[in-house]
């Protein structure tokens, strides 16, 4: 069984930083495309960055220039470095990650979130 665990959130003054990382378990083969997703209160589930296994990252045009993605391919982890955090970037953070398990089909796995409030 295949699982995302999301850590590093919390709370934090506006401007401040916080890093989430986000572990792939289990029976894992190879893992594509890998991203940062949120949700705030009220709202539709956004896309926040992706990164693809090799190749050029994607982010949100409201965390261009703030927010880096990266990962750790032989850790099977994910991470969000988020710089500079407004208050509009409250949310839980999801990640995400198209995975080939013991099943052998490439399957989207989603982690439980963990929440970033940015409060002064």
């Known amino acids: 069984q295949v699982q995302l665990v999301e850590s590093g959130g919390g709370l934090v003054q506006p401007g401040g930083s916080l890093r989430l990382s986000c572990a792939a378990s289990?029976?894992?083969?190879?893992?594509?495309?890998m991203g940062w997703y949120r949700q705030a209160p009220g709202k539709e589930r956004e896309l926040v960055a992706t990164?693809?296994?090799?190749?050029?990252?994607n982010y949100a045009d409201s965390v261009k220039g703030r927010f880096t993605i990266s990962r750790d391919n032989a850790k099977n982890t994910l991470y969000l470095q988020m710089n500079s955090l407004k208050p509009e970037d409250t949310a839980v953070y999801y990640c995400?990650?198209?995975?080939?398990?013991?099943?052998?089909?490439?399957?989207?796995?989603w982690g439980q979130g963990t929440q970033v409030t940015v409060s002064s």
């Open positions: 995400n990650a198209n995975i080939l398990g013991r099943s052998m089909i490439y399957r989207y796995y």
């Open positions: 289990g029976v894992i083969f190879t893992i594509r495309a």
């Open positions: 990164i693809p296994s090799g190749g050029t990252t």
